[in-house]
């Protein structure tokens, strides 16, 4: 393997917590909890989990939206932890971002020109330069250019989801991180967004971070998977190995959930009880045996450790398969 | 595909349809406009001069020479009212002009910094939150001496914190939008951020406060001159007039009743185009 473009490793982020009361108890919230993977150039990394596993805070974490309480991100080859904004901002032409919600994400108060032009604009870009690069750029996101004078609320969600592509292309980053990016619209219009980003990622030569919680989105665009419950990775496997032959019960109570369009097959598969555990006091041992259905007095009291099972498959399960 | 949207002439804007179907706001505008007016051109059609004594005259009832009557000097009502208006407002806008500026950029630095900023500039503001304005407003006139310029350096100090708060309070909503953390990760530095992304989205509130605040400096202005450490004589203020018109109430009650009418008038407008803004501007009561 070349070496990674994007390398994390022991990854954690803790949030603080008050407490009401006049004697504020500290408690604090681990929401992701010694993650550790790489992403190789051109590869489109998959990072799925119920709301609330972390997975939006990795992303945050690697564009540097927030601080990580310890661990390590390397970028190129370059420890990016601890860069202040100042040092960072060099570097984030590189690293962009793509939000879940396509109406927050762009200022209601600025035209479509100005949000694709503002990182331009930050480089110090003339005028008639940025709007020669934005033509172009709404142009590889299939708008018209002549709507770039209009504002945001005249586009619908999947114009307004490619406005945020366009800008987040207008540096030519080498690395994007994909944060829910098709969730908030139709189904039809997913598809379409997700072919524009996987011929954008072919045109381009992009590396991509996919957060979803969709199964069947994630399949539809990545190499390899990423499965986090409560913080913590739970398995990670390439696109197809996942999905004929997952190993965490996790993941195939997962991929039991992808809605089945043949009737014949389905119905038969048990839907996972249960609510996902707090993560302030998350359970001992395997923070999944509340839920599991394979779980022994072992997963209760030891923390299953995340090893390679089989050549490029990793899983965190006492009892994989 | 997106329905083309033409720009309509201000007059049929959404805004404007609003604004004229609001009783409060086009009383208060009116008013408003009316004050103004009298305040830009009125000393050029004022009878008199301000400081016009007549010793034959002192305390004249209403006539055809003097159409409000005459003060303690004999100088005419009409004419000082008109003159008192200019001042008022002139306090008005520098007082608002001053706290808007010092009070939104604190606002921001604090809200969007938060930290060590944040807890200097709002343990400040604490600070002169204790103080009753018109005692804060007596100490300052101690130091500096009774004049104009002291009312507008007191009510300013006095009002910035209020202005610094809402700002605040208006930033910490949004600095948690997504444009933001976009700005930030495509390298936008942190003033561009607040004055290009969050300022713009927070002025329809100020802008309200701003117009209800107008009416508060104008009766502050008018309560300092009124107790003698505001505007100095022979310059007209409302508040001074109605001070001198108590002497002779009893007898010649129109100085005070004039100087009355013009302050609640003016107020009552600056507070009714206040309301109406309020109802127009305010996303949180505005589909009521």
């Known amino acids: 393997m070349t070496q990674p473009l994007v390398q994390i490793d022991g990854l954690t982020k803790d949030f603080a917590i008050k407490r009401p009361g006049m004697l504020a108890q500290r408690a604090k919230l681990r929401a992701v909890d010694d993650l550790s993977f790489a992403i190789a150039p051109g590869e489109t990394l998959g990072l799925v989990g119920e709301s609330g596993c972390g997975k939006t805070t990795v992303g945050r974490l690697i564009l540097r939206l927030v601080e990580p309480t310890s661990g390590r991100i390397a970028f190129d080859g370059i420890d990016i932890t601890h860069l202040d904004e100042k040092a960072m901002r060099p570097l984030r032409q590189h690293i962009q971002v793509v939000f879940q919600d396509p109406f927050s994400s762009l200022n209601p108060r600025l035209r479509v020109r100005d949000v694709i032009g503002e990182p331009l604009r930050n480089l110090g870009w003339d005028t008639t330069r940025i709007e020669q690069r934005v033509a172009e750029l709404m142009g590889i996101v299939g708008l018209p250019a002549e709507y770039m004078t209009r504002y945001p609320h005249a586009f619908s969600g999947g114009q307004r989801q490619r406005i945020g592509i366009a800008r987040a292309l207008a540096l030519r980053p080498r690395f994007i991180v994909c944060d829910e990016a098709v969730s908030a619209l139709d189904v039809s219009i997913q598809a379409q967004i997700l072919n524009l980003l996987a011929d954008i990622q072919r045109q381009f030569d992009l590396t991509l971070l996919f957060i979803s919680h969709n199964l069947g989105v994630v399949r539809h665009v990545c190499h390899r998977i990423a499965v986090m419950y409560l913080g913590q990775m739970v398995e990670l496997a390439g696109e197809n190995d996942l999905f004929t032959q997952p190993l965490h019960p996790y993941t195939q109570a997962l991929i039991a959930a992808v809605p089945e369009p043949d009737p014949a097959t389905r119905g038969r598969r048990g839907a996972l009880q249960g609510e996902i555990p707090s993560p302030i006091a998350p359970p001992p041992g395997c923070r999944f045996h509340t839920r599991c259905p394979r779980a022994e007095a072992r997963c209760k009291s030891e923390i299953p450790q995340f090893r390679e099972a089989e050549p490029g498959r990793f899983v965190r399960c006492h009892f994989p398969g | ?288």
């Open chain 2, 1 to 288: 595909m997106t329905v083309q949207i033409t720009a309509p002439g201000f007059w049929q804007s959404e805004f404007a349809v609003r604004f004229r179907r609001n009783r409060n706001a086009v009383a208060g505008s009116i008013i408003v406009a009316f004050v103004v007016l009298v305040a830009v051109f009125g000393p050029f059609v004022a009878p008199y001069a301000y400081d016009d004594t007549d010793l034959l005259g002192t305390w004249a009832e209403p006539s055809r020479e003097h159409l409000l009557g005459g003060d303690q000097l004999g100088r005419d009502i009409l004419s000082r009212l008109i003159v008192g208006a200019r001042v008022s407002l002139l306090v008005a806008i520098s007082v608002l002009s001053i706290t808007l500026a010092v009070g939104i950029l604190m606002g921001m630095i604090a809200g969007y910094f938060g930290g060590w900023a944040d807890g200097l500039i709002m343990r400040t503001s604490d600070i002169i939150f204790a103080f009753p304005e018109l005692i804060f407003a007596i100490l300052v006139a101690a130091v500096m001496g009774p004049s104009k310029l002291t009312v507008i350096v007191s009510l300013s100090i006095v009002w910035w914190p209020g202005i610094a708060r809402l700002t605040r309070a208006l930033v910490l909503q949004l600095r948690n939008e997504l444009y933001v953390d976009a700005a930030i990760a495509c390298g936008t530095g942190p003033f561009t951020i607040l004055f290009r992304h969050l300022l713009p989205n927070i002025v329809a509130p100020l802008i309200v406060r701003a117009s209800i605040g107008v009416g508060f400096i104008v009766m502050a202005e008018a309560t300092l001159s009124f107790l003698g450490i505001g505007v100095q004589e022979p310059e007209p203020s409302w508040g001074g007039m109605i001070r001198d018109g108590l002497v002779g109430l009893r007898t010649d009650p129109y100085l005070a009743l004039f100087g009355s009418m013009a302050l609640g008038l003016a107020i009552i407008g600056f507070n009714l185009l206040g309301d109406g803004l309020r109802d127009l501007l305010d996303p949180k009561i505005r589909d009521r």
